[in-house]
Protein backbone atom coordinates (compact mmCIF):
# COMPACT_ATOMS: atom_id res chain seq x y z
CA UNK A 1 0.00 0.00 0.00
CA UNK A 2 1.32 3.53 -0.86
CA UNK A 3 2.12 5.58 1.61
CA UNK A 4 -0.79 8.52 0.95
CA UNK A 5 -2.86 5.70 0.88
CA UNK A 6 -2.06 4.59 4.45
CA UNK A 7 -1.97 8.01 6.01
CA UNK A 8 -5.65 8.40 4.31
CA UNK A 9 -6.76 5.20 5.65
CA UNK A 10 -5.49 5.53 9.19
CA UNK A 11 -7.10 9.04 8.78
CA UNK A 12 -10.63 7.43 8.09
CA UNK A 13 -9.68 4.62 11.48
CA UNK A 14 -9.55 7.43 13.43
CA UNK A 15 -12.71 9.27 12.47
CA UNK A 16 -14.72 6.42 12.24
CA UNK A 17 -13.33 5.26 16.09
CA UNK A 18 -14.38 9.14 17.62
CA UNK A 19 -17.61 9.33 15.45
CA UNK A 20 -18.03 5.59 17.19
CA UNK A 21 -17.21 7.19 20.59
CA UNK A 22 -19.71 9.87 20.62
CA UNK A 23 -22.79 7.62 18.59
CA UNK A 24 -22.22 4.82 21.28
CA UNK A 25 -23.42 6.55 24.50
CA UNK A 26 -22.47 8.95 27.38
CA UNK A 27 -20.99 5.97 29.32
CA UNK A 28 -17.93 3.59 29.15
CA UNK A 29 -18.66 -0.06 28.64
CA UNK A 30 -18.62 -2.21 31.68
CA UNK A 31 -15.65 -4.35 30.71
CA UNK A 32 -13.70 -0.81 30.38
CA UNK A 33 -14.80 0.15 33.91
CA UNK A 34 -13.74 -2.92 35.39
CA UNK A 35 -10.57 -2.60 33.96
CA UNK A 36 -10.08 0.56 34.94
CA UNK A 37 -10.38 -0.13 38.47
CA UNK A 38 -8.99 -3.65 38.29
CA UNK A 39 -7.23 -3.88 42.18
CA UNK A 40 -10.92 -3.48 43.36
CA UNK A 41 -11.74 -7.28 44.05
CA UNK A 42 -15.51 -6.93 45.71
CA UNK A 43 -18.94 -6.62 45.09
CA UNK A 44 -20.01 -4.34 41.77
CA UNK A 45 -23.10 -2.62 40.72
CA UNK A 46 -24.67 -3.52 37.09
CA UNK A 47 -22.74 -0.70 35.47
CA UNK A 48 -19.59 -2.24 36.89
CA UNK A 49 -19.03 0.45 39.29
CA UNK A 50 -16.89 -0.97 42.65
CA UNK A 51 -19.51 -1.39 45.03
CA UNK A 52 -17.62 -0.10 48.56
CA UNK A 53 -19.67 -1.78 51.54
CA UNK A 54 -21.80 0.27 53.19
CA UNK A 55 -20.28 -0.55 56.58
CA UNK A 56 -17.04 0.91 55.62
CA UNK A 57 -18.86 3.75 53.91
CA UNK A 58 -20.85 4.25 57.98
CA UNK A 59 -17.12 4.20 59.63
CA UNK A 60 -15.16 6.92 57.41
CA UNK A 61 -17.86 9.33 59.23
CA UNK A 62 -15.43 9.34 61.78
CA UNK A 63 -11.90 9.65 59.73
CA UNK A 64 -10.60 13.35 59.03
CA UNK A 65 -9.11 14.57 55.64
CA UNK A 66 -5.99 14.86 57.61
CA UNK A 67 -6.05 10.66 58.36
CA UNK A 68 -7.29 9.85 55.06
CA UNK A 69 -4.99 11.89 52.80
CA UNK A 70 -1.66 10.56 54.67
CA UNK A 71 -2.72 7.02 53.90
CA UNK A 72 -3.16 7.67 50.31
CA UNK A 73 0.26 9.33 50.18
CA UNK A 74 1.78 6.61 51.78
CA UNK A 75 0.28 4.23 48.89
CA UNK A 76 1.28 6.97 46.09
CA UNK A 77 -1.57 8.63 45.80
CA UNK A 78 -0.69 12.48 45.38
CA UNK A 79 -3.52 13.74 43.21
CA UNK A 80 -6.66 13.23 45.69
CA UNK A 81 -7.60 16.17 47.23
CA UNK A 82 -9.28 18.87 45.93
CA UNK A 83 -10.09 22.03 48.34
CA UNK A 84 -11.67 25.67 48.59
CA UNK A 85 -15.31 25.03 48.03
CA UNK A 86 -18.74 26.33 49.50
CA UNK A 87 -20.81 24.27 50.73
CA UNK A 88 -24.75 24.68 52.24
CA UNK A 89 -23.53 22.85 55.92
CA UNK A 90 -20.52 23.56 57.07
CA UNK A 91 -20.92 20.59 59.43
CA UNK A 92 -22.09 18.24 57.29
CA UNK A 93 -20.27 15.54 55.57
CA UNK A 94 -20.92 13.92 52.27
CA UNK A 95 -19.44 10.45 51.83
CA UNK A 96 -20.46 7.75 49.57
CA UNK A 97 -19.53 6.18 46.52
CA UNK A 98 -18.61 8.33 43.19
CA UNK A 99 -21.46 8.36 40.37
CA UNK A 100 -19.12 10.57 38.01
CA UNK A 101 -20.19 12.90 35.00
CA UNK A 102 -18.38 15.35 33.02
CA UNK A 103 -19.64 18.45 31.28
CA UNK A 104 -17.96 20.66 28.60
CA UNK A 105 -18.00 24.15 27.07
CA UNK A 106 -20.90 23.89 24.23
CA UNK A 107 -19.82 22.63 20.61
CA UNK A 108 -23.78 22.06 18.42
CA UNK A 109 -22.36 19.01 16.51
CA UNK A 110 -21.20 16.90 19.28
CA UNK A 111 -24.13 17.89 22.24
CA UNK A 112 -26.55 17.48 19.22
CA UNK A 113 -25.22 13.97 19.15
CA UNK A 114 -25.07 13.33 22.84
CA UNK A 115 -29.24 14.56 22.65
CA UNK A 116 -30.17 12.52 20.09
CA UNK A 117 -28.81 9.36 21.14
CA UNK A 118 -30.03 9.92 24.83
CA UNK A 119 -33.59 11.03 23.19
CA UNK A 120 -33.72 7.78 21.20
CA UNK A 121 -32.49 5.74 24.71
CA UNK A 122 -35.10 6.99 26.45
CA UNK A 123 -33.70 9.79 28.67
CA UNK A 124 -36.11 12.70 29.47
CA UNK A 125 -35.30 16.02 30.18
CA UNK A 126 -32.03 17.90 30.50
CA UNK A 127 -28.88 16.54 30.11
CA UNK A 128 -28.05 17.21 33.78
CA UNK A 129 -30.81 15.47 34.66
CA UNK A 130 -30.08 12.32 32.95
CA UNK A 131 -27.16 11.33 35.54
CA UNK A 132 -29.55 11.67 38.54
CA UNK A 133 -31.61 8.94 36.60
CA UNK A 134 -28.75 6.68 37.56
CA UNK A 135 -28.10 7.25 41.31
CA UNK A 136 -28.91 4.67 43.63
CA UNK A 137 -28.79 4.80 47.86
CA UNK A 138 -25.60 5.98 48.82
CA UNK A 139 -24.08 7.54 45.33
CA UNK A 140 -22.92 10.80 45.16
CA UNK A 141 -23.28 12.94 42.33
CA UNK A 142 -19.73 14.00 41.61
CA UNK A 143 -19.22 16.35 37.79
CA UNK A 144 -16.94 18.15 36.74
CA UNK A 145 -18.31 21.01 35.07
CA UNK A 146 -15.07 22.69 34.11
CA UNK A 147 -15.12 25.82 37.38
CA UNK A 148 -17.98 27.05 35.41
CA UNK A 149 -19.97 29.81 37.50
CA UNK A 150 -22.13 32.27 36.08
CA UNK A 151 -24.18 29.75 33.61
CA UNK A 152 -22.40 26.73 35.17
CA UNK A 153 -25.32 25.91 38.05
CA UNK A 154 -25.66 22.32 37.73
CA UNK A 155 -28.90 21.20 39.87
CA UNK A 156 -31.19 23.92 41.37
CA UNK A 157 -33.67 23.24 44.20
CA UNK A 158 -36.23 21.19 42.13
CA UNK A 159 -33.10 18.61 41.00
CA UNK A 160 -31.40 18.62 44.46
CA UNK A 161 -34.59 17.08 46.09
CA UNK A 162 -35.11 14.37 43.26
CA UNK A 163 -31.02 13.87 44.14
CA UNK A 164 -31.80 13.56 48.06
CA UNK A 165 -34.61 11.17 47.08
CA UNK A 166 -32.64 8.45 45.03
CA UNK A 167 -29.38 8.49 47.10
CA UNK A 168 -29.73 9.62 50.17
CA UNK A 169 -26.97 12.30 49.67
CA UNK A 170 -25.46 15.14 48.80
CA UNK A 171 -23.12 16.49 45.58
CA UNK A 172 -20.00 17.60 44.77
CA UNK A 173 -19.27 20.08 41.78
CA UNK A 174 -16.27 21.70 40.05
CA UNK A 175 -19.07 23.96 38.80
CA UNK A 176 -21.68 25.85 40.77
CA UNK A 177 -25.79 25.19 41.80
CA UNK A 178 -28.69 27.64 41.96
CA UNK A 179 -31.56 27.88 44.46
CA UNK A 180 -29.29 27.64 47.83
CA UNK A 181 -32.37 29.50 49.93
CA UNK A 182 -34.29 25.84 48.31
CA UNK A 183 -31.66 23.78 48.49
CA UNK A 184 -30.65 24.47 52.23
CA UNK A 185 -34.55 23.40 53.32
CA UNK A 186 -33.60 19.63 52.13
CA UNK A 187 -32.64 17.75 55.19
CA UNK A 188 -29.96 16.25 55.03
CA UNK A 189 -28.85 17.17 51.87
CA UNK A 190 -25.45 18.91 51.17
CA UNK A 191 -23.74 20.32 48.46
CA UNK A 192 -19.78 21.07 47.75
CA UNK A 193 -19.85 23.94 45.04
CA UNK A 194 -17.15 25.96 43.67
CA UNK A 195 -19.99 28.89 43.90
CA UNK A 196 -23.65 29.98 43.85
CA UNK A 197 -25.17 31.84 40.77
CA UNK A 198 -28.74 32.55 40.39
CA UNK A 199 -28.28 32.21 36.37
CA UNK A 200 -29.49 28.90 34.49
CA UNK A 201 -27.17 26.50 32.78
CA UNK A 202 -26.21 26.87 29.26
CA UNK A 203 -23.51 26.71 26.78
CA UNK A 204 -22.79 23.24 28.69
CA UNK A 205 -23.30 20.17 27.23
CA UNK A 206 -22.92 16.71 29.01
CA UNK A 207 -19.94 14.38 27.35
CA UNK A 208 -19.58 11.40 29.97
CA UNK A 209 -21.35 9.39 32.50
CA UNK A 210 -19.49 6.99 34.91
CA UNK A 211 -16.24 8.22 33.13
CA UNK A 212 -13.06 9.19 34.78
CA UNK A 213 -12.64 12.97 35.00
CA UNK A 214 -10.72 15.68 37.04
CA UNK A 215 -11.84 17.44 39.69
CA UNK A 216 -9.73 20.16 40.01
CA UNK A 217 -5.98 18.73 41.73
CA UNK A 218 -7.88 15.29 41.84
CA UNK A 219 -8.18 12.41 39.63
CA UNK A 220 -11.65 10.44 40.17
CA UNK A 221 -13.10 7.28 38.53
CA UNK A 222 -16.44 5.65 39.05
CA UNK A 223 -16.80 3.82 42.22
CA UNK A 224 -14.22 5.86 44.48
CA UNK A 225 -15.59 6.50 47.61
CA UNK A 226 -16.08 10.46 48.55
CA UNK A 227 -15.27 11.92 52.03
CA UNK A 228 -16.10 15.21 51.97
CA UNK A 229 -15.77 18.08 54.69
CA UNK A 230 -15.30 21.15 55.70
CA UNK A 231 -11.39 21.35 54.64
CA UNK A 232 -12.47 20.13 51.06
CA UNK A 233 -12.71 17.08 49.55
CA UNK A 234 -10.58 13.67 49.55
CA UNK A 235 -11.63 11.01 46.51
CA UNK A 236 -10.40 7.46 47.55
CA UNK A 237 -10.10 4.57 45.54
CA UNK A 238 -12.22 2.06 46.06
CA UNK A 239 -9.72 -0.71 46.49
CA UNK A 240 -8.01 1.15 49.24
CA UNK A 241 -11.07 2.09 50.96
CA UNK A 242 -11.04 -0.70 53.59
CA UNK A 243 -6.81 0.40 54.34
CA UNK A 244 -7.44 3.98 55.13
CA UNK A 245 -10.45 2.95 57.01
CA UNK A 246 -8.70 0.46 59.44
CA UNK A 247 -5.67 2.81 59.15
CA UNK A 248 -7.12 6.14 59.91
CA UNK A 249 -9.29 4.44 62.89
CA UNK A 250 -6.30 3.74 64.64
CA UNK A 251 -4.23 6.63 64.19
CA UNK A 252 -7.19 8.26 65.58
CA UNK A 253 -7.16 5.75 68.56
CA UNK A 254 -4.07 6.54 69.29
CA UNK A 255 -4.38 10.90 68.95
CA UNK A 256 -7.72 10.37 71.31
CA UNK A 257 -5.24 8.44 73.64
CA UNK A 258 -2.14 10.96 73.26
CA UNK A 259 -4.70 14.33 73.85
CA UNK A 260 -6.38 12.72 76.85
CA UNK A 261 -2.81 11.80 78.25
CA UNK A 262 -1.56 14.81 77.64
CA UNK A 263 -4.67 16.73 79.33
CA UNK A 264 -4.07 14.63 82.58
CA UNK A 265 -0.43 16.10 82.54
CA UNK A 266 0.79 12.07 82.51
CA UNK A 267 3.25 12.69 79.73
CA UNK A 268 5.27 15.77 78.50
CA UNK A 269 4.30 16.61 74.81
CA UNK A 270 7.84 15.85 73.24
CA UNK A 271 6.68 12.38 74.93
CA UNK A 272 3.47 11.94 72.53
CA UNK A 273 5.24 13.90 69.81
CA UNK A 274 7.75 11.05 69.54
CA UNK A 275 8.18 7.15 68.99
CA UNK A 276 6.44 6.37 72.32
CA UNK A 277 8.26 4.19 74.62
CA UNK A 278 7.30 0.70 76.03
CA UNK A 279 5.62 2.45 78.87
CA UNK A 280 3.29 4.85 76.38
CA UNK A 281 2.72 1.57 74.54
CA UNK A 282 1.44 -1.16 77.46
CA UNK A 283 -0.78 2.21 78.84
CA UNK A 284 -2.32 2.95 75.20
CA UNK A 285 -3.34 -1.05 75.22
CA UNK A 286 -4.70 -0.72 78.69
CA UNK A 287 -6.68 2.11 77.57
CA UNK A 288 -7.94 0.69 74.83
CA UNK A 289 -8.97 -2.27 76.40
CA UNK A 290 -10.47 -0.34 79.41
CA UNK A 291 -12.35 2.30 76.62
CA UNK A 292 -13.42 -0.36 74.21
CA UNK A 293 -17.04 0.28 74.33
CA UNK A 294 -16.89 3.80 73.88
CA UNK A 295 -14.99 4.56 71.02
CA UNK A 296 -15.68 5.81 67.64
CA UNK A 297 -14.33 2.16 66.40
CA UNK A 298 -15.76 -1.35 65.86
CA UNK A 299 -15.19 -3.71 69.06
CA UNK A 300 -14.70 -6.27 66.94
CA UNK A 301 -11.54 -3.82 65.19
CA UNK A 302 -10.19 -3.04 68.47
CA UNK A 303 -10.07 -6.42 69.49
CA UNK A 304 -8.39 -7.52 66.09
CA UNK A 305 -5.72 -4.69 66.56
CA UNK A 306 -5.41 -5.69 70.51
CA UNK A 307 -4.48 -8.76 69.13
CA UNK A 308 -1.34 -7.53 67.31
CA UNK A 309 0.12 -5.89 69.90
CA UNK A 310 2.80 -7.47 72.51
CA UNK A 311 2.07 -5.26 75.16
Given at each position: MKKNHVIKFCLVTVIF????IILTGQTISKEELVFYTAQWQGERFADGRPKVPDDLLERLKSISIEEAWGVLRGEGYHNQFEGNWQMIHADHPVI???LTVQYLPNRPDFNKQIKDKGTAEGRIGNTNSWPIDMLTIGDVYVADGFGKIVDGTLIGDNLGN???AKSGNGVVFNASSRDLEGLSQIEGFNAFVKGWHPSYLTEVMLSGINVPIR??????LPGDVV???REGVIFIPAHLAEKVV???EVVMLRDRFGIQRLKEGKYTPGQIDNRWSDTIEKDFSQWLRDHMD???VPKAQIQELLKTRTW
Open positions: MATNGRASIFMGAATVLAKVTAELP
